[in-house]
């Protein structure tokens, strides 16, 4: 007979991934079965093995809804199957998740169980708004309610009258619907209508938005605002704070949507960074790499490594995808020989350098012509073996340039570029849906790919505010050729390059308001 598996009740933070706990992804990377709230971001899911089964077991307003009873029922019959089940939930378990039903569920059918505790959204959206709940000049208590339930209902269980007497900061969580007759109950009740209120939708992501007003206005701000669900309203002389230490909406992408188009496996440092810099990010990865289709002339290179003067690399991936092979045949670096070495700009050369290999030519614009005048400003190339490591399907331009000037070069693929096509992944449905601010562009075959799946020139016009961002001259090339043309192209050509024209696009619209 199979044994019992385990349930980890798993708190997945309110919304920034980042702010999950070390415990809790360790757990997620070790699940056969996660079933998440609707809240939860999309991007831990990712954290799970491929082979994991993923199950949507949330509730959301208006939307989809899968009854608690149904939600239990799984999580006791994939644990008695043997299965390692994460149960992850927006901000903490036990903090309005009905985390305590499903515990005590699983106690009663015998099911092991362990609680993770997350940060949860009554401290950390506040937090990410400038709104600090306890101060010594302010405040020493706190309170944290639900507003659920319409507090003139016969049935509301909060004494909103002991509240508007009580002193300190007030959490009210689920009010975005009641949060007017929450107002006109603790102002009928004594609350001064002066009374400091901030509501927060979307908390901690690049979604975020806040408004601050008082207790008698907040409700037709919140309404003018169209505030969506999830939202939380603090209360209390510390709202005022927020005008001094609001430093997540100062971020310099804060309130950007950006499209990142790079490979999966690629996306993580460019995401990363975008969310650490206050963007909401979309991945849509549109290529994905593959070994070639013919390994016989890169098996050949590599036994013959010692004949060539050059190796020239024209991308990031070509280096990863080179040494993925050299070293199944080769365990020490000093192996490659003593040729020369060529990169096409400061990512490639990076990668370069993290095998301790020294760069002898590198253009300062990343296109095949430079790399070739760059080689022949270190040296005389004729007569010269050189060998091109690049995608299949590549420029011919370089190779022919080394040609002219009288080298034998040996063109040889060492991976190709396919598209990666997920036209029903959340991301996809949500930029056809509201657009974009901007789409990030890394490679030539990020654009062909992404046009290719979903008309790049229609997709603008459509939504008109939409822009291009490309790393560099030859992903430029490539929108040109489709009679568009980057709002920005990276000064350096590089994932920091690309950031940073970005950040600076920024800094000179916030200007111009």
């Not at 992501?205 to 206005?217: K, M, P, V, Y």
């Not at 001094?244 to 993580?268: K, M």
């Not at 022919?400 to 036209?423: C, H, Q, W």
Request: proline share 6%; hydrophobic share 40%.
């Amino acid at each position: 007979m199979k044994s019992k598996g385990i349930v980890y009740l798993v708190g997945a933070g309110p919304g920034d991934p980042g702010l999950i706990t070390m415990r809790g992804a360790d757990l997620l990377r070790k699940a056969d079965v996660v079933i998440h709230d609707a809240l939860v971001n999309p991007e831990l899911l990712r954290l799970a093995p491929p082979a994991a089964e993923i199950l949507f077991g949330g509730r959301r307003a208006h939307g989809r809804r899968i009854p608690q009873e149904e939600i239990i029922r799984l999580l006791v019959e994939k644990a008695e199957a043997g299965h390692t089940v994460v149960r992850l939930k927006g901000g903490d378990p036990y903090v309005f998740g009905r985390g305590g039903e499903e515990a005590e569920a699983l106690a009663k059918a015998g099911i092991p169980f362990q609680v993770v505790p997350g940060v949860s959204s009554f401290a950390a959206v506040p937090n990410y708004a400038g709104i600090p709940l306890t101060h010594r000049d302010f405040t020493s208590k706190l309170t944290i309610l639900t507003g659920h339930a319409d507090p003139d209902a016969p049935d509301c269980r909060i004494d909103w009258a002991a509240e508007a007497r009580s002193p300190g900061t007030k959490v009210v969580m689920m009010g975005t619907e009641h949060i007017g007759r929450i107002a006109a109950a603790l102002m009928r009740h004594g609350m001064p209508a002066t009374m400091p209120v901030a509501m927060i939708s979307g908390g901690t992501t690049g979604r975020q938005r806040s408004i601050a007003g008082t207790l008698s206005d907040i409700s037709d701000l919140a309404c003018r605002a169209k505030l969506a669900p999830p939202s939380i309203a603090v209360i209390g002389e510390v709202v005022n704070l927020r005008r001094h230490l609001n430093w997540f909406e100062r971020l310099p992408l804060f309130g950007q949507r950006v499209v990142v188009t790079r490979s999966r496996a690629q996306a993580r440092e460019l995401v990363q960074s975008l969310t650490e810099q206050g963007a909401e990010t979309l991945q849509i990865p549109c290529i994905r790499t593959a070994p070639p289709g013919d390994l016989t002339p890169l098996k050949q290179a590599i036994v013959g490594l010692h004949e060539y003067d050059w190796l020239v690399f024209t991308s990031p991936n070509g280096v990863r995808c080179f040494f993925d092979y050299f070293d199944k045949g080769f365990h020490d670096a000093r192996d490659i020989g003593g040729v020369r070495i060529a990169a096409v700009g400061p990512g490639t050369a990076k990668e370069l350098h993290a095998r301790r290999l020294e760069v002898n030519a590198m253009p300062r614009e990343a296109t095949g012509a430079q790399v070739a005048k760059a080689m022949m400003a270190d040296g005389d190339v004729e007569n010269l073996r050189i060998c091109l490591l690049r995608a299949e399907i590549a420029s011919p331009e370089l190779p022919a340039l080394l040609e002219k000037e009288g080298a034998i070069v040996d063109d040889i693929p060492v991976y190709r570029t396919m598209a990666e096509s997920d036209e029903s992944s959340a991301d996809s449905r949500s930029l056809l849906d509201g657009g974009a601010d901007w789409i990030t562009f890394t490679s030539g075959s990020t654009v062909e790919h992404f046009h290719a799946r979903f008309n790049l020139n229609a997709l603008l016009k459509r939504f008109p505010g939409l822009k291009l961002a490309s790393i560099g001259p030859e992903t430029t090339k490539a929108i040109r050729l489709l009679d568009l043309a980057p709002a920005i192209e990276a000064g350096e050509h590089t994932i920091d390059g690309l950031l940073s024209a970005l950040g600076k696009h920024a800094k000179q619209a916030l200007r111009k308001r």
